[in-house]
């Protein structure tokens, strides 16, 4: 699946600048990645939510034209890191995935250059006995499900706890989890709430503490950067001014209470 987004280009550049100039300014088309899935409130597959806007503003602010293709999420990460696409999007950080492409602030991800923050729940069967108080497991009699690709998988398994990745949706997850084969499942915010809302949500229970809180990333591929270091560097700041304007905030603030319907 691909989803084109075409920007205007802003044409005062070429009256502050001149013709010339301009044409050497103009930053083309950048090929981003997505994980083929639903995720409220930051995105859906038609183009929808949260990343789509803010990266709908990034353009207006840089003149990039976005070229967005969906995909599994384990296969997004590998094209990053063969650089067959420019970036993917909404990434979240830890040592191991320095390899796949680069964060904004390097080694060091820089949160003032995130796309959002979400964090991970623990679902379990209505009834079950697992229970998380937001530092250890109790009455854990099995493995935690996690979705193929999720870092939440290294957070698991540096607690010692079983990990199942045999799923690559939220939905089957659910499915496997009511079925027995889980004791629980690790999912984002936004897909715990979409689950807990469907009808499966009667047969579920969502932990009040979250496992764990992180910043999500625009990552960009090893040979964008080393080809256009200052064009990832103003898609970055982009970002961060973006996320900041007022418009961006009151739509994050209605998305995130639940006041934007689908997503």
């Known amino acids: 699946m691909r989803i084109q987004q075409l920007v205007v280009p802003v044409l005062a550049a070429w009256y502050l600048l001149g013709p010339a100039q301009a044409q ?25 939510g949260l990343n789509f806007e803010l990266l709908a503003d990034v353009s207006k602010r840089t003149g990039v034209n976005f070229d967005f293709q969906s995909m599994p999420w384990k296969r997004c ?42 964090r991970y729940v623990l679902v379990r069967r209505r009834g079950s006995r697992l229970g998380w108080d937001g530092k250890q ?13 999720y870092s939440v998988a290294d957070f698991l398994r540096s607690r010692h706890v079983p990990v199942d990745e045999g799923s690559q949706r939220s939905d089957e997850l659910a499915q496997k989890l009511i079925a027995g084969r889980l ?17 499966l949500g009667a047969r579920l229970e969502m932990l009040p503490a979250p496992l764990i809180e992180k910043p999500y990333y625009l ?3 090893r040979a964008f ?18 996320r900041n304007s007022p418009a961006y905030r009151k739509r994050e603030q209605a998305l995130s209470s639940g006041g934007g319907g689908a997503y």
């Not at 590998?78 to 993917?88: M, P, R």
């Not at 904004?104 to 003032?112: E, I, Q, S, T, V």
């Not at 497991?137 to 690709?149: A, E």
């Not at 950067?225 to 973006?242: H, M, T, Y």
Request: proline residues 7%.
């Open 77 to 118: 990460l590998e094209q990053l890191k063969s650089n067959q696409v420019d970036g993917a999007f909404a990434v979240s950080f830890n040592p191991e995935r320095m390899e796949l492409g680069a964060y904004p602030g390097g080694a060091n991800a820089d949160p003032a250059k995130r796309m959002h923050i979400d």
């Open 219 to 221: 990552v960009l591929s």
């Open 137 to 149: 497991f109790h009455n854990l009699d099995g493995r935690i499900g996690v979705q193929l690709g």
């Open 225 to 242: 950067v080393a080809n256009k270091p200052q064009l990832a560097a103003r898609l970055w700041d982009a970002i961060e001014q973006g």
């Open 24 to 48: 050497a300014a103009a930053p083309g088309s950048v090929t981003l990645c997505f994980e083929r899935q639903e995720v409220p409130p930051w995105r859906t597959l038609d183009g929808g």
């Open 183 to 199: 004791a629980g499942a690790a999912l984002g915010g936004g897909d715990a709430k979409r689950l807990m809302r469907g009808p």
